[in-house]
């Protein structure tokens, strides 16, 4: 998956530090082990997402054995388009989450992707960073300072009655949707997690209760396992909150990336749609 990945750039710069372990993932994440076995490497295995799945076993084994392997899984979610569901990461979220002492990133640009990786390499125990296919804006300057578990709210305004989080892909569908409900006269705020795990429960609460406790959570996963997920568990326990969840439903198809994501309910459109409906309520 190299030249998809472009982890191939790596072996131009240093052959000696590139391995190419072939369509051989269990394997592949055996050797990252090995590697950063008495810290000998700072290991970091790529490929895409939903490939991962096949190395559980290896990867909770890995967890068990206090390696410190960093994984990043690349074409997510429904966004990936054309290549269709056998090729899209919608499990991978879930699978990372549960890993005990992982740390899970969601970089939603190309600088917090950067900066996601160099924490990642610096962090202890497993760490998974989940990165798109599409192209997506840059949403952030470069001196930036991105935290583990620190989550950072990209729009806000005193008057805002709603809650927007996305990460990712969705994030960018987050920020249209807010632009989109702002001419309606509907202030949007709108959150990036960053981290998945850790989540920043207390930014999301605090802004939560300073909208009136209205959230819609948008993401390029299953329902099961994912930021959705995660949010409300963080909120579970707080009064007068209500979170409204969309995630990709069911096994997709192949189709055009905007179409896919349209399809599926997890575009700005709906978003907006989501928004409307949970400030009724």
Known sequence: MKNSTF???????????????FIAE??????????ACRDRTVPFVSTFACFLTRAFDQIRM?????????????????SIGEDGPSQMGLEDLAMFRSIPGSTVFYPGDAVSTE???????????VTFTRVNRPNT???????????VGKAIVLRKSDKDKVVLIGAGVTLHEALSAADQLAKGGI????????TVKPLDAETI????????????????????GGLGEAVCAAVSLEKGIIVKHLAVPTI???????????????????????AQEILKL
């Open 62 to 78: 890995g967890a068990i054995s206090q390696t410190n392997v960093n994984f990043v899984g690349s074409h997510c979610g429904v």
């Open 137 to 147: 804006a840059v949403l952030y300057q470069n001196n930036h300072q991105f935290a």
């Open 252 to 274: 997709p198809r192949s189709g055009p990336p905007a179409v896919l994501l349209d399809m599926y309910g997890i575009s700005a459109k709906h978003v907006v749609a989501a």
């Open 115 to 125: 900066r996601a990786i160099e924490l990642a390499a610096n962090t202890k125990g």
């Open 205 to 224: 609460i605090q802004n939560l209760r300073e909208v009136g406790g209205r959230a819609v959570v948008v993401e390029d996963h299953y329902p099961a």
């Open 26 to 35: 269990q394997s592949l994440v055996g050797t990252a082990i090995g590697a």
């Open 7 to 21: 982890s191939e750039k790596m072996k131009k710069v240093d052959a000696s530090r590139h391995i190419e372990c």
């Open 187 to 194: 202030g949007a705020r709108v959150i990036d997690p960053f």
